[in-house]
């Protein structure tokens, strides 16, 4: 059930780039996917319990699997500098664009 | 070997950094990064046995360096010492050389892993660096071009990371080798993400634009190397499991093929070398085996040429029919175009034999076809118009890269000297004259003007999904 959620996160946020024809919501629309890639490695670190992984005395019994919660922190601070990389350029096109519709930016800047 | 592999790794991203603080020694400090990765390509070429590191445990991070991967950081380590020569006198200031630098850094760490989750940092900071130098002359276009890049390619990376979570349940680890009994689905989101970073087959269509928009030097870059760091993990992986070979050769075919149909339509010469370029990683992934020489010499020409086309008087081949390019740079072009046709002398020619030779029995076919291609792309460098008398106006340290680019070329021979026998001398040459034929008997005058639909932005996304239920067919049948 819970997977089923996580992949049509990721599936709507898919939809949200090809459909969407503002390019702020477009990158909102990657955030989306990338929120639900980020729900999927936290679900799979859970399969075999739910605490935190942190080293103690006291046995509190099946923590969740440290590895891939230590990759997708990786992958959200790359993806957290890509997105302000991408609003930044945004802000730029912006001030001749102000509609910021991505098949206008497209048809004045291809040759 | 292990402790100068790290160091050697770390190096240009420490470099990177420092240029910033200094930024008077900005050109030197990027070239001493381009020379230790020279120097280390050569060491790993005497390695007799491949370095193999595994930091923390089986699921930290594990490293692989053979002579597969020396030819690609030779490729890089030769590239970006020609585009710093090229930038030495263009007053680009110290952003450009610590971008360039960085980005130098992440190329080499794709070459060495031999897990998802480096490969997949690589790549990401790879992205960010190619996106800082397209945009780097911050017009509007080329914000435009690189935001497009940047999209496309994290779009990709984010089915990549899903891919990769999959490996890991299955084998609690994230290595290479851990795609073997992995679930269909992460294979194919895997290969979806290395396809799209790679520039391969239809999903690599974001690559002509990119490349042919960008500065001369940011092309010849990207070009040269930075698209090689998607190719390397699927070779890497072809030679790893057996039976993901096939679906790579299947893709080498057919994207040479669909890189040589665009090309021999091309009226403009940056997009025709873009398009080449999607061919010439069909050439590399079509012979796993061989395909490092041919990303080395594949690498040195682009750039080449890329570097050359910069200096040629106009980018469309109508104007440049009327308008006579100085000789020596003629001459320049002319080798480096002989070199991609596969012309005895230069290593184009030993790299493309030594591919055939390693072609599976249902390929040869097709490969033959695509040379046929180049040849007929190329003999429209080969037959401009050239005159001495005209001045010279290309920039300072032009000569000094193309030298070092066509010099690696001829040097690159000593490879595969053994290439040279009647039988493969003669197959190519034949090849290239029936494209010179071909090119002056149909393709001089056709004006046919393919259409770009499938490179406009949303194209490019929505192929992805349908590329990852090919995949999917594939790794299933």
């Known amino acids: 059930m819970l997977e089923a959620c996580v992949f049509a996160t990721i599936l709507c946020g898919f939809f949200g780039i090809v459909l969407k024809q503002n390019l702020v919501m477009k990158i909102i629309s990657m955030d989306v996917m990338s929120t639900g890639v980020v729900a999927y490695y936290v679900l799979i670190a859970s399969r075999n319990g739910l605490f935190t992984p942190i080293l103690s005395d006291v046995n509190r019994g099946a923590y969740a699997d440290p590895v891939p919660q230590a990759v997708i922190l990786t992958a959200i601070v790359i993806g957290f500098s890509i997105q302000a990389l991408m609003l930044v350029g945004v802000m730029k096109l912006a001030r001749d664009n102000p509609t910021l519709e991505s098949s206008e930016i497209e048809k004045g800047n291809t040759p | ?477």
């Open chain 2, 1 to 477: 070997m292990n402790i100068i592999t790290i160091a050697w790794i770390v190096l240009p991203f420490f470099l990177g950094f420092v240029i910033y603080l200094c930024p008077r020694f900005d050109r030197s400090l990027a070239l001493v990064t381009s020379l230790a990765s020279a120097a280390y390509a050569v060491l790993l070429f005497t390695q007799p046995i491949p370095v193999a590191l595994q930091l923390l445990d089986h699921f930290g991070v594990t490293l692989i360096a053979d002579s597969l991967s020396g030819f690609f950081i030779l490729t890089n380590a030769l590239v970006t010492m020609a585009v710093l020569f090229y930038c030495w006198q263009s007053g680009k200031s110290a952003f450009f050389y610590a971008q360039a630098t960085i980005l130098h850094g992440s190329v080499n760490a794709a070459f060495v892993c031999s897990d998802f989750i480096s490969l997949y940092v690589a790549l990401e900071v790879l992205s960010i660096a190619a996106f800082l130098l397209i945009a780097y002359p911050r017009t509007d276009r080329s914000i435009w071009v690189a935001l497009r890049y940047l999209f496309v390619s994290n779009t990709a990376m984010l089915f990549y990371l899903v891919g990769a979570v999959l490996v890991y349940q299955t084998h609690h680890s994230f290595s290479f080798a851990g795609l073997q009994d992995a679930p269909i689905e992460a294979v194919a989101l895997l290969f979806l993400g290395l396809l799209v970073k790679g520039g391969i087959f239809v999903s690599g269509l974001w690559l002509p634009l990119t490349h042919s928009e960008s500065e001369t030097p940011v092309s010849a870059l990207l070009s040269g190397v930075v698209v090689k760091a998607g190719v390397y993990p699927l070779l890497r992986c072809a030679l790893v499991l057996e039976e993901f070979d096939p679906i790579v050769r299947l893709f080498g075919v057919g994207t040479a093929l669909l890189g040589v149909g665009y090309a021999v339509f091309e009226k403009d010469t940056k997009r025709m070398l873009a398009f080449h370029t999607v061919s010439q990683l069909g050439f590399i992934l079509a012979a796993p085996v061989v395909g490092g020489f041919y990303a080395l010499t594949h690498g040195l020409v682009k750039s080449a040429l890329f570097l050359i086309a910069g200096a040629l008087p106009s980018r469309n081949f109508k104007e440049l029919q009327h308008r006579p390019i100085h000789t020596p740079i003629w001459i320049a072009l002319v080798m480096a175009s002989f070199s991609i046709s596969g012309f005895p002398m230069l290593s184009g020619f030993g790299a493309k034999v030594l591919t055939m030779k390693s072609l599976a029995p249902w390929q040869p076919m097709a490969m033959n076809l695509a040379a046929l291609g180049t040849a007929i792309s190329f003999a429209k460098f080969i037959f401009l118009p050239h005159k001495s008398q005209e001045s010279a106006s290309v920039k300072p340290g032009f000569w000094a890269a193309v030298i070092l680019l066509i010099g690696g070329l001829l040097i690159a021979n000593v490879v595969y000297f053994e290439a040279y026998t009647l039988a493969n001398i003669a197959k190519p040459l034949a090849i290239i004259g029936l494209g010179w034929v071909a090119y002056f008997a149909i393709f001089r005058r056709t004006t046919v003007k393919l259409p770009r639909v499938l490179e406009e932005f949303d194209h490019l996304i929505g192929v992805m999904s349908l590329m990852l239920i090919l995949l999917f067919w594939m790794v299933w049948a």
